[in-house]
């Protein structure tokens, strides 16, 4: 993860984790957040913040949607004042920004690895299709060269058989076969 995503992260995390301790001392007025919801709260936050530091982002974004749906529960059951909700509400906007962009970095550069990867295959397919051409004009011209050899020692031969026959009399010609 890179320095700024988890600056972000880390920042973001404590400012939940602020807007989750619930406010004490203050017996007089209206539950902002009960203590076991905050305590939820608090653990859901700590097990995004474990998938992010982890690079597991998408566990982290699917944890931080279910503590939002938490949150909403819990503010619907009257158990975190509307202010409090919204004040939460705003730490997991910004936390689950953060994780969409480092998930979406991670799909371009999975993207362009895969790109990259089939540009070499594509390369090395065609230096193999190269090479092998380059192999089948080799054996071509080997041939060739075997065939030329081939007629020059046949014809070497039959000058020599020729010679032979020149230079020795009729009944000596069996000595040349």
Not at 135 to 155: F, I, L, Q, T, V
Request: glycine content about 4%; some cysteine.
């Amino acid at each position: 993860m890179n320095r700024r995503i988890r600056n972000r992260l880390t920042v973001a995390v404590a400012a939940g984790l602020l807007l989750l301790v619930p406010l004490a001392g203050c017996a007089g007025e209206p539950v902002q957040l009960e203590a076991s919801t905050a305590g939820n709260l608090q653990a859901a936050m700590l097990d995004i913040t474990e998938a992010a530091a982890a690079g597991d982002f998408s566990a982290a974004q699917s944890l931080l949607t279910d503590m939002q749906a938490n949150l909403h529960a819990a503010a619907v059951a009257g158990q975190v004042s509307a202010e409090r909700s919204s004040s939460i509400q705003t730490a997991i906007n910004l936390v689950s920004a953060d994780l969409t962009a480092e998930i979406e970095a991670r799909a371009v550069a999975a993207e362009a690895a895969a790109a990259a990867a089939a540009k070499a295959a594509a390369l090395t397919e065609q230096q193999n299709a190269d090479n092998a051409e380059k192999a089948a004009e080799d054996s071509r011209e080997a041939a060739d060269n075997a065939r030329e050899a081939e007629r020059k020692a046949a014809e070497d031969a039959r000058k020599a058989w020729e010679e032979c026959l020149k230079d020795g009399d009729q009944d000596s010609s069996a000595q040349c076969d």
